[in-house]
């Protein structure tokens, strides 16, 4: 069956990075884009970036354009999210999808990180 | 950029009575190869966003035929016949059309009167 799983959430102090790792299996991960999401506390789900499935196209909200980078490793089933300068309002959770059809069919658990002095 | 804009924001609902989500997009999301890219979404506290329904009115498996999703052009509709206690939650819909940058509606809080 279908997984996908996030790790390397946690609290950071303003200004640092941070790396967020999803692990996917059960099915052909390098013929699938895969996206990330978050939500930050209380609030509505936030499209964040999305990379193809062969990693050559990569595309970022305007809010993390810069300072966040997505990348894929197909022969590990990995999607990471780099985050670097993070700010209070990079609080959230932080969701990977898979995308299947322009729709995001599996989520992951999420994975919470907090930005705080 | 595609705004997605729901209504209400707040749904009040009697058990065993039906309810109805309006999703609205600031730009049609009829693609070129004629889909319509507009996904449904169902939030519980605490959880991940699970995928209702995709393509308008295409409902995922194990989903209860009390669901339904209808519209087209800029305007859909998600509809329950009969909202049940393990409907409560936030309903999302989300726009997939204009990929890469896919956009979400504010979400709309569904809860038992």
């Known amino acids: 069956q279908v997984q996908v799983v996030e790790s390397g959430g946690g609290v950071v102090q303003p200004g640092r990075s941070l790396r967020l790792s999803c692990a996917a299996s059960g099915f052909t991960f390098s013929s699938l884009a895969m996206h990330w999401v978050r939500q930050a506390p209380g609030k509505g789900l936030e499209w964040v970036a999305v990379i193809s499935y062969d990693g050559s196209h990569k595309y970022y909200a305007d809010s993390v354009k810069g300072r966040f980078t997505i990348s894929r490793d197909n022969s590990k089933n990995t999607v990471d999210l780099q985050m670097n300068s993070l700010r209070s309002e990079d609080t959230a959770v932080y969701y990977c999808a898979r995308d299947y059809l322009a729709s995001l069919d599996y989520w992951g658990q999420g994975i919470l990180v907090t930005v705080s002095s | ?113």
């Not at chain 2, 950029?1 to 924001?9: C, E, G, I, K, N």
């Not at chain 2, 999703?23 to 959880?47: A, E, I, K, M």
């Not at chain 2, 498996?61 to 409907?87: M, N, Q, W």
Request: net charge neutral; glycine share 10%.
């Open chain 2, 1 to 113: 950029d595609v705004v997605m804009t729901q209504s209400p924001l707040s749904l009040p609902v009697t058990l065993g009575q039906p309810a109805s989500i309006s999703c609205t997009s600031s730009q049609s999301l009829v693609y070129s190869d004629g889909n319509t890219y507009l996904t449904w979404f169902h939030q519980r506290p605490g959880q991940s966003p699970r995928r209702l329904i995709y393509k308008v009115s295409n409902r995922d498996s194990g989903v209860p035929d009390r669901f339904s999703g209808s519209g087209s052009g800029t305007d859909f509709t998600l509809k329950i016949s009969r909202v049940e206690a393990e409907d409560v939650g936030v309903y999302y819909c989300m726009q997939g059309t204009h990929w890469p940058q896919f956009t979400f509606g504010q979400g709309t809080k569904l809860e038992i009167k």
